[in-house]
C-alpha cells in the first residue's frame, strides 16, 4: 500500500476524524494489514484561523504552513499527500510546486463525485474564505453545475458555527442551526448540499440528512483508492 502524508489541524478534530475514517475505510477493501499514514498537524496560530473562517482575511500567512508540512510528509516517506480542509485548497497550486509528490484535491475530487452524480445544483455550507475566492464556484460552473450560496445572515451563521468547531466547541444548538439552514436552501428549491468546510460533518449525523454531500468523506475515499492503488 501506498503511505498518505496528512497535512492536518485544521481543526484537529476532524484530522482525527478523517484518520479514524481512512482506516476503517480501507479495513472494508483490504482486511490484510493497516495503511501506513504520516500525519503533520500545523502549528497554526488562532487568531489567523479565525481570521480565515470568519473574515476571509490573512490567508496567505497560512501559505508557509502548508509548505513547510508538505515538505515534512515527503520527507518522512509520503507517496502522496492529502489536506482534509477546504480553504487552503486556495493554495494547492503552490503545495503541489513545492513537492514532488502528488497532492490530492478536495475541489477536484467533489467535483468529480458531483459531476458523476450528474447534478446540476448545490447548496454550498463553507467558510468566508472558500466563497470568497471562488474555490468551488468557479470549477462547478465550468462542468454547469449552479452553486447556490446561503443568505448572508445564514452565512453570519455558518462561520460562528465553524469558528465554535475548530476550537472543539459543539453544542445542540449548533447542530440544530446547521440543520434549519439546510432545510431553509432545500425549501428554496435547491435539494443537494455540499459540506465544503471537513468540519461541519462534526456536526451533520451521517443518517439524517439526504443529499447532503460531506467533502471530507469523499476524500477519504480518494485517498483510500490512492492508498490501495496498484
Keep these: ?97 513545492t513537492v514532488k509528490i502528488p497532492v490530492l484535491s478536495i475541489v477536484e475530487e467533489t467535483t468529480k463525485f458531483l459531476t458523476d452524480k450528474q447534478i446540476t445544483e448545490v447548496g454550498l455550507l463553507a467558510t468566508a474564505t472558500t466563497i470568497k475566492k471562488n474555490l468551488y464556484q468557479q470549477p462547478l460552473e465550468n462542468k454547469r453545475i449552479k452553486v447556490v450560496l446561503p443568505q448572508p445572515e445564514e452565512q453570519s451563521i455558518i462561520v460562528a458555527l465553524i469558528s465554535n468547531l475548530v476550537l472543539g466547541r459543539k453544542a445542540d444548538k449548533d447542530r440544530q442551526q446547521l440543520l434549519e439552514i439546510i432545510q431553509k436552501i432545500k425549501e428554496r428549491g435547491t435539494k443537494n448540499i455540499i459540506l465544503a468546510c471537513t468540519d461541519l460533518q462534526l456536526l451533520v449525523p451521517q443518517n439524517e440528512q439526504s443529499n447532503v454531500y460531506d467533502t471530507m468523506e469523499i476524500l477519504v475515499n480518494a485517498t483510500v483508492r490512492e492508498v490501495l492503488k496498484d
Design 1 to 97: 500500500m501506498k503511505t498518505v502524508g496528512i497535512i492536518g489541524g485544521l481543526g484537529p478534530e476532524t484530522t482525527a476524524e478523517f484518520y479514524l475514517k481512512l482506516i476503517f475505510s480501507c479495513y472494508e477493501k483490504n482486511k490484510a494489514c493497516r495503511p501506513p499514514i504520516l500525519t503533520w498537524s500545523i502549528p497554526i496560530d488562532y487568531q489567523l484561523e479565525k481570521d480565515m473562517i470568519t473574515k476571509g482575511v490573512g490567508e496567505k500567512q497560512c501559505l508557509s504552513y502548508l509548505i513547510d508540512a508538505a515538505k515534512r510528509l515527503e520527507n518522512g516517506g509520503a507517496d502522496f499527500l492529502v489536506i482534509p480542509c477546504n480553504s487552503v485548497h486556495i493554495f494547492i497550486d503552490e503545495v503541489r510546486k
